[in-house]
């Protein structure tokens, strides 16, 4: 144990990756349906790596605490501005309410029971299970003036106290909104009250819990048109008549492709090339005629795929529905669409009633010239890179 206390105190980074080696492990562990998760199995195990007279250098501990404070600013950050408005009114007055609430009942504890302050600190991140007290706290006590003696002890006060309450804090925020939120909301039924929501979004899949669909993304696919078919019909009529959320990429007449526009009116025998939601390119399939190959036609469609940030006020606090019904006739925009809604890395259902909010994460695909375009009209393009970004995995 000596051994491993003098190698880890010697080592000023292995403490921090070991914290987190551990944490990891911890955060799988599941009691029931309560789990820790990453996030505070790497607390949990560096307050425990802590107590056993590891200490780690002060530069990793300010640049890690800064880290901390910059990625939750940069996640939250565009979805707070985003969201500001008379609809956010209530949550406010709740934050308010919850912010004078919980410093009473703190206060109130540290005055009665004659706490220190790294206790009352300590007991404040864990209750509330707000880690950022801890950093916060630690640096408020090194402006008192305390001698070295005091403020280790105050600060390994913080640790023990966070420890013992976390667990403690957690489980009554799962049991309080699991359990009693339902009741005082008057909610009865979880299924009933999802599927609800559902149909107010739009939803209208009719998959049963754990099923989904194996076919989500776009794809292309070559028919040749049969004389009782579509021949005869423009591809605005066709568009018109049976679906709108199919692009046709190419057209190819006697072996010569010709140009793509609205007005083209499809003959029989003409190879053409579909691009769409795999439900309804096959949809159209059936109208067109038969599927071929065609290796010159199938070469030169090229897909792209762009995960794109809104920043578009115009395109914000408004539903999936109404972007496409604005965005219809926008034809630099063909080929292009929305397969997938993430806001602050979690995914959002892709429903005709979602409403996009500025940070949003929309991912696109389709051919390479409409995402363009249509990642233009939304906001910034994250393009990809090879690169590795080894300060953020750290």
């Known amino acids: 144990m000596e051994f491993l206390q003098s190698l880890l105190n010697e080592s000023a980074i292995l403490p921090l990756f070991l914290a987190i080696a551990l944490g990891y492990m911890l955060g799988k562990i599941r009691i029931g349906q309560l789990h820790l998760g990453g996030l505070a199995g790497t607390l949990l195990a560096a307050i425990f790596i802590g107590l056993y007279g590891v200490h780690t250098d002060e530069a990793i501990k300010s640049i890690a605490f800064a880290l901390f404070i910059y990625s939750l600013g940069f996640v939250s950050g565009p979805q707070f501005f985003g969201s500001l408005g008379r609809e956010t009114l ?24 004659d706490l220190d302050q790294g206790t009352a600190a300590g007991l404040l991140a864990g209750a509330t299970t707000e880690s950022a007290s801890i950093g916060t ?10 001698d070295d003696k005091t403020l280790h002890s ?33 909610i009865d039924d979880f299924k009933q009250s999802a599927k609800r929501l559902e149909e107010e979004l739009g ?25 009782h078919g ?20 190419q057209i190819y007449r006697g072996g010569v492709g010709i140009e793509v526009t609205p007005g083209v009116v499809l003959e029989a025998d003409d190879q ?35 995960d794109v940030v809104v920043t578009r006020k115009n395109k914000s606090n408004k539903t999936v529905q109404t972007l496409r019904g604005e965005l219809k006739t926008n034809r630099s925009i063909r ?3 929305a397969v997938r809604i993430t806001r602050m890395d979690r995914d959002i259902p892709l429903l005709p009633q979602t409403e996009v909010q ?22 910034h393009t994250l393009n990809p890179s090879q690169g590795v970004d080894y300060i953020y995995l750290a």
């Open 90 to 113: 209530g949550q406010v007055h709740l934050a308010i309410f919850s912010s004078v609430v919980i410093f009473a009942t703190i206060w109130t504890f540290a005055y009665f029971f």
């Open 137 to 146: 706290a630690g640096d408020a006590l090194k402006n008192l003036g305390l």
């Open 154 to 186: 105050l600060q390994a006060n913080i640790a023990v106290t966070y420890a013992v309450t976390y667990l403690f804090g957690m489980t009554l925020v799962v049991f309080f909104t699991s359990k009693i939120m339902p009741r005082l909301l008057k």
């Open 203 to 227: 939803a209208d899949s009719g998959l049963a819990p754990g099923q989904f669909e194996f076919l989500r993304e776009i794809i292309a696919r070559t028919y040749r048109v049969e004389a």
């Open 230 to 249: 579509a021949d005869g019909l423009s591809i605005n009529e066709f568009k018109k008549r049976y679906s709108h959320a199919i692009t046709f990429q």
């Open 272 to 306: 053409v090339c579909l691009v769409g939601l795999p439900e309804v390119v096959l949809e159209a399939g059936k109208i067109l005629g038969e599927e071929v190959s065609n290796t010159a036609l199938e070469e030169s469609v090229v897909g792209e795929i762009r």
């Open 335 to 337: 080929g292009a669409y």
């Open 358 to 379: 500025l940070g949003d994460v929309i991912r696109l695909i389709g051919l390479p010239e409409g995402v363009k375009n249509l990642a233009g009209e939304l906001g």
